[in-house]
Nanobody, 123 residues
């Protein structure tokens, strides 16, 4: 069992930056692929980024590539999402999730989810 708690969301102007954190508790955090997803009002949940168990490999969706960076610190049981050059279309609730299956972008493959943190980007 893994519990995930996101933090770091808020209101920011377009072009600004935020760093989201996801603190994990429970067993074997370092063995999980960690992902970030987001869901805007009236839209389906969308994959944002993932990082493998070691932190040596990461992948971002095209919509955020070059602006967002995912990282993890297994010693602190924490995964991060650094978001730069934010746009109004990045406004959403952001969720972190843990998967025992490596390199998956499909939400259904993730076993554990946090409660989400709201990110609002004003124009």
């Amino acid at each position: 069992q893994v519990q995930l708690v996101e933090s770091g969301g808020g209101l920011v102007q377009a072009g600004g930056s935020l760093r989201l954190s996801c603190a994990a508790s429970g067993r074997s955090f370092s063995s999980y692929t960690m992902g970030w997803f987001r869901q805007a009002p009236g839209k389906e949940r969308e994959f944002v980024a993932l990082i493998d168990w070691s932190g040596g490999g990461a992948y971002c969706a095209d919509s955020v590539k070059g602006r967002f960076t995912i990282s993890r610190d297994n010693a602190k049981n924490t995964v991060y999402l650094q978001m730069n050059s934010l746009k109004p279309e990045d406004t959403a609730v952001y969720y972190c999730a843990a998967s025992a299956v490596p390199w998956v972008v499909v939400g259904k493959a993730y076993d554990y989810w946090g409660q989400g943190t709201q990110v609002t980007v004003s124009s």
